[in-house]
């Protein structure tokens, strides 16, 4: 995965819209009085840049001699100078000088966000991760301090505390899951995951993104590291079938030609594909307490069962019930149940997932 992560970030970066920009920067347009030829023109480059027409937004503002700022927008136009600059070294530059200019500012939280963002591009990751503390999990709930939680956590990841972003995005689910941010979220955490040694984590969050977002950006990524995440908890059959999706899903993406690097061929059509959202699970327990449920799914962990969870009825009395794996055939499900009743003396059923 090493290897892959400039691509990651490229993908999960282009995840974080700008279209908030326009909201950002209305208040140009909207202020009272008399309008210049200096304002229109600032309002326009604020409307460009909120529809992502950077260069016309560029010119638009290079056209407005400093002198010449309309009074009472001097924020704005700082801003957009700061957003539009072209080079690196003098966009970081220019969003810090706004910032202390303008600490109160309406444009402070989207160009905190976009100075976070420069300097993990430049791999200053520590320095990303500082200037993006502002934003808190528990708290968020614009579009701006939900992409900064998820660039705070990448850049956590990026400094090498695979562990801690872990624990950060884990406080951060609140704020991001069921939002325009939620893929990007859940294929962060499989990262961060996977790199925190925790393969299992890393294939729940993964099979929550490919469930909720199965024509989503991340289609291919997040198969491929699912596929790995199989591989390292012991699933070798199950990781080479979700391999195999992605070379017929994803025929020319970067993840097939890594599966068919690692010798991986596509099977015939009456293989059964790994079950992403359907196929089998093993239950090994239904309690009418939670607290039981929960006992047992915590001793099938320690005894090294993957993908173990607590699932609740909708039925009255509320029954719960404690299910582990996700096979493609009833045949592979009854191995773990057998498994199961040799090793622990459970009895089980087999379920539709």
């Keep these: ?20 920009a326009r909201a950002q920067t209305r208040s140009i347009a909207e202020k009272g009085g008399r309008v210049s030829a200096e304002a229109r023109r600032l ?15 560029r010119a638009l503002v290079a056209s407005i001699p400093a002198a010449r700022v309309p009074k009472g927008s001097e924020d704005d136009y700082a801003f957009l100078k700061a957003m539009l ?3 690196g070294a003098v966009h970081v530059g220019a969003l810090e000088e706004y910032l202390k ?23 200053e990751y520590s320095e990303a991760e500082n200037v993006l503390s502002i934003f808190s999990p528990g708290v968020e709930k614009d579009y701006i301090g939900r992409q900064a939680l998820v660039q705070r ?26 939002t325009p941010q939620e893929e990007a979220f859940y294929f962060a955490v499989s990262q961060a995951a996977i790199r925190a040694s925790k393969p299992a984590e890393a294939i729940e969050a993964l099979r929550r993104l490919l469930e909720r977002h199965a024509k989503g950006e991340y289609g291919p990524q997040a198969l491929y590291a699912m596929a790995l995440s199989l591989e390292a908890v012991g699933r070798p059959g199950d990781a080479a079938g979700v391999f195999r999706q992605v070379m017929v899903r994803y025929p020319n993406s970067y993840e097939a030609t890594r599966a068919r690097d690692r010798g991986i061929r596509v099977a015939s059509s009456s293989t059964p594909a790994f079950p992403l959202g359907g196929g089998f699970v093993v239950q090994v327990g239904a309690f009418s307490r939670r607290e039981l449920a929960e006992a047992l799914a915590r001793d099938l962990k320690l005894a090294g069962v993957d993908d173990v969870s607590v699932k609740q009825g909708t039925e009255t009395p509320t029954i719960y019930r404690v299910r582990a794996g996700a096979f ?5 499900a009854r191995a773990l149940g057998e498994r199961l009743r040799r090793e622990r003396g459970f009895s089980y059923t087999i379920a539709p997932r």
């Excluded at 995965?1 to 908030?20: D, K």
């Excluded at 309002?43 to 937004?57: I, K, L, Q, T, Y």
């Excluded at 956590?153 to 069921?178: M, P, T």
Aim: proline residues 3%; glycine residues 12%.
């Design 101 to 123: 200019a303008y600490p109160r500012g309406p444009h402070r939280r989207q160009a905190t966000l976009a100075l976070g963002r420069a300097r993990y591009v430049r791999g």
């Design 1 to 20: 995965m090493r290897r892959a992560l400039p691509i990651v970030v490229a993908l999960i970066l282009a995840a974080l819209s700008i279209a908030g």
């Design 85 to 87: 600059a072209d080079d």
């Design 43 to 57: 309002a326009e480059a604020s409307e460009a840049f909120g529809d992502g027409r950077g260069e016309e937004a």
């Design 328 to 332: 493609s055939t009833r045949d592979e």
């Design 153 to 178: 956590g990448l850049a956590q990841l990026a400094r090498g505390d695979a562990v801690g972003a872990l624990a950060f995005f884990r406080s951060a689910q609140v704020d991001l899951a069921g």
